[in-house]
């Protein structure tokens, strides 16, 4: 005769008047249930009864009693927690042992705090305050000058140096000429207007000039060809009272002989050596 009742699915034997759990529409008694289905904890390796609340993290399983905080040693079931190299730790010990602190006035930052990160260093946002009104910077635009910040507006309107030539505020870098600064882009050649911010230049009468206009201003022009004697490249010139030359326009206008260094005689606007200016008078 067969034996009544249900049977456990795993073992095969008798359920009557004894706790069973389903599975798949089957029957398990408590033991092979637990051994099938229950999993084990991830801090002790025992398997999380049925009688047990199984508490999962990533994947993890763990005892109530066994997913703790690794600095007090209290329960995480139902609190916040953080995982801090590894360890889980609650909140209350995070903010009492890792928690950063504020550059500005040493408190620590509690979870969930809102915190501005510059130079290294980390703030509580009301405490990123302007150096010269004091306001809060937030997110706005800053500058920092002299180790302090400074809101936009407070740099522009109070430290920031004025061009001279169109009277913004310099921001980033500019360019300093007889003591007074410019934008890179505003300090122009006095002759033809192009930057000279990363370009050689002369001054003339306090004003800065490129060499092609220097040139073309103020070098004297040779009295033969009328195009400026530079000197530039070590070029030489010739002089003779108020007028010059290059030394290869110096020549005679007759025979074209080189006259650096030797006597000339000028004639109606014109250079010739000693010889064919004799000639010129006896004809």
Known sequence: MSSRGPKCFGCDSSLAGKQYLLQDSNKYCVDCFEAKFCNACQTCGLKIGTDSRDVTYKDSHYHENCFTCGVCDRSLADTSFTNRDGKFVCVTCYDDKFAPKCQECGKKFKAGTRRMEYGGGQYHDACFRCASCGNSIGTKSFVKRDGQVHCEDCFESNI????????????????????????????????????????????????????????????????????????????????????????????????????????????????????????????
Not at 180 to 202: I, N, R
């Open 160 to 283: 920031a140096s004025k061009c001279v030539k169109c009277n913004k505020p310099i921001k980033t870098s500019g360019v300093t000429y007889r003591d007074e600064a410019y934008h890179a882009k505003c300090f122009t050649c006095a002759g033809c207007d192009v930057c000279l911010a990363s370009e050689k230049f002369t001054s003339r009468d306090n004003k800065p000039f490129c060499l092609d206009c220097h040139v073309d201003k103020f070098s004297k022009k040779c009295y033969k060809c009328r195009k400026p004697i530079t000197g530039i490249g070590g070029g030489k010139m010739i002089s003779f009272e108020d007028l010059g030359w290059h030394v290869d326009c110096f020549t005679c206008h007759t025979c074209s002989t080189p006259l650096e260094g030797q006597g000339f005689v000028l004639l109606e606007d014109d250079t010739f050596c000693a010889d064919c200016a004799d000639a010129i008078e006896v004809n």
